[in-house]
């Protein structure tokens, strides 16, 4: 099961930061690849990043270097950073778990998808 979590609302320009945590697993046996996906109000999904078992990472271009994916595997926790937040980031944001290179919104690729949390970008 996938946990994620938040702040909940962020104010323009800030940075945001989410945790998504697995419990009754491992990030490191049932699943590999962990990755983060967004969905804007009104709009389709969209990946934003993925890191590896190794801890390589893999970065949305249409994203601009705003974000940072990393693991802590003692925790079985995802961490998501993403700076300098505007209005359109607001979303609600997803953590989900892969065996494979899944660089993709598509939630058939994964084996593990959370119930999301949401992140609203506002003064």
């Known amino acids: 099961q996938l946990q994620e979590s938040g702040p909940g609302l962020v104010k323009p320009s800030q940075t945001l930061s989410l945790t998504c945590t697995v419990s009754g697993g491992s990030i490191t046996t049932n699943a590999y690849f962990w990755s983060w996906i967004r969905q804007p109000p009104g709009k389709g999904l969209e990946w934003m990043g993925t890191?590896?078992?190794?801890?390589?990472?893999f970065d949305s271009p249409s994203l601009k270097s705003r974000t940072s994916i990393s693991r802590d595997n003692a925790k079985n926790t995802v961490y998501l950073q993403m700076n300098t937040l505007k209005p359109d980031d607001t979303a609600v944001y997803y953590c989900a778990g892969s065996l494979d290179y899944a660089l993709t919104d598509n939630p058939r690729s994964y084996v593990y998808w959370g119930q999301g949390t949401q992140v609203t970008v506002s003064s």
């Open positions: 890191i590896t078992d190794s801890g390589s990472t």
